[in-house]
């Protein structure tokens, strides 16, 4: 069956960085698009990146332009999120998700999610 599992999260001051991996399994890898979402307490979940099948193309939400950059590997079956420039508002539960389809910023379209991994910024 199709697994996501995201690590990389962690605690971290106000300004620096993590570096969140999610580890592919159960699917054609390359045929799907990659998104990161979060979902902060109380909050409802939030579109964070997106890349398409072939790396080829991105979308960012606004807050984190500039800050984090989203990658992936077709050969390790791997999707990065490097976060640099961490603010405590980025404290949130952090998913990895694979759309069969083509790049979106929808949760809705997203086929299969990861379990999440915790990221706090302490201020």
């Known amino acids: 069956q199709v697994q996501l599992v995201e690590f990389g999260g962690g605690l971290v001051q106000a300004g620096g960085s993590l570096r969140l991996s999610c580890a592919a399994s159960?699917?054609?890898?390359?045929?799907?698009?990659m998104g990161w979402f979060r979902q902060a307490p109380g909050k409802e979940r939030e579109f964070v990146a997106a890349?398409?099948?072939?790396?080829?193309?991105?979308y960012n939400t606004d807050s984190v332009k500039g800050r984090f950059t989203i990658s992936r590997d077709n050969i390790k079956n791997m999707v990065y999120l490097q976060m640099n420039s961490l603010k405590p508002e980025d404290t949130a539960v952090y998913y990895c998700?694979?759309?069969?389809?083509?790049?979106?910023?929808?949760?809705?379209?997203?086929?299969?999610w990861g379990q999440g991994t915790q990221v706090t910024v302490s201020s």
């Open positions: 890349i398409s099948r072939s790396g080829g193309r991105i």
């Open positions: 998700a694979a759309d069969r389809g083509d790049i979106s910023t929808f949760s809705q379209r997203y086929d299969y």
């Open positions: 159960g699917l054609t890898f390359s045929t799907y698009a």
